[in-house]
């Protein structure tokens, strides 16, 4: 089975840094993706990794560990319109050159002043 | 501009009143595929298309259809609904994936469906 674990709420302040974690089991692993969700919209892409290691793109940054089946998305200089979920999602297998993804249940952050 | 349509936005109906959801891409992509979100569940797969006539189930597929007789088109039918489909619905579609390149899935604004 599948089963990905991340934190159900955060709070930060503005300006500030915020980790998210995801901890993922998998019956297989073929890239993990981050995506942002405003409330009643639909998600939208953050990052992606494959390989072991930090990607970063402006203000996030995400890690990966394959070894730990771990990985965090990072925010820095923390804005309120990063108030939000985050989506952490796995794609266990390339099934057939298709893309399934599983995700997580997502973590609420809220951004303060 | 490259986009994922669904249609409509919010519905609400009856328990057995037959219903479809449509879905449109317009980037050539060829895997398309259903998600429901509810609250404290996260996003769940309901069925995915990897080519046109190419369809199978996800992790939810029960009480739920679905055709590709063309490759922009993957519409969600729900033949029988049931209060317990009131859900958030996502369309989303990417092209073929490999393990070098991040193919992600581009979704859909959503359909709110309330089945009472």
């Known amino acids: 089975g599948q089963n990905i674990d991340q934190p159900t709420e955060m709070t930060a302040t503005e300006g500030a840094i915020v980790q998210i974690n995801c901890t993922y089991q998998t019956s297989g692993f073929n890239g993990l993706f981050w995506y942002q969700q405003h409330a009643g919209e639909a998600p939208t892409f953050l990052s992606y990794?494959?390989?072991?290691g930090l990607e970063e793109k402006g203000r996030f940054s995400s890690f990966l560990s394959r070894s730990k089946g771990y990985s965090y998305l990072l925010l820095k200089e923390l804005q309120m319109k990063d108030s939000a979920s985050y989506l952490c999602a796995v794609r266990p297998e390339l099934t057939g050159g298709g893309n399934k993804l599983t995700f997580g249940t997502g973590t609420q952050l809220k951004v303060e002043l | 501009e490259a986009q994922v349509t669904q249609n409509p936005r919010y519905l609400i109906t009856v328990t057995g009143k037959k219903l479809t959801v449509t879905c449109s891409q317009n980037m050539n992509h060829e895997y398309m595929s259903w998600y429901r979100q509810d609250p404290g569940l996260g996003l769940r797969q309901i069925y995915y298309s990897m080519n046109v006539e190419v369809t199978d189930k996800g992790d939810v597929p029960e009480g739920y259809k679905v055709s590709r007789k063309e490759k922009r088109n993957f519409p969600l039918i729900l033949e029988s609904p049931s209060p317990n489909q009131t859900s958030l619905y996502f369309c989303?579609?990417?092209?073929?994936?490999?393990?070098?390149?991040?193919?992600?899935?581009?979704f859909g604004p959503g359909t709110r469906l309330l089945v009472l």
């Open positions: 989303a579609s990417s092209p073929k994936t490999s393990p070098i390149f991040q193919e992600t899935q581009y």
């Open positions: 990794n494959v390989l072991d």
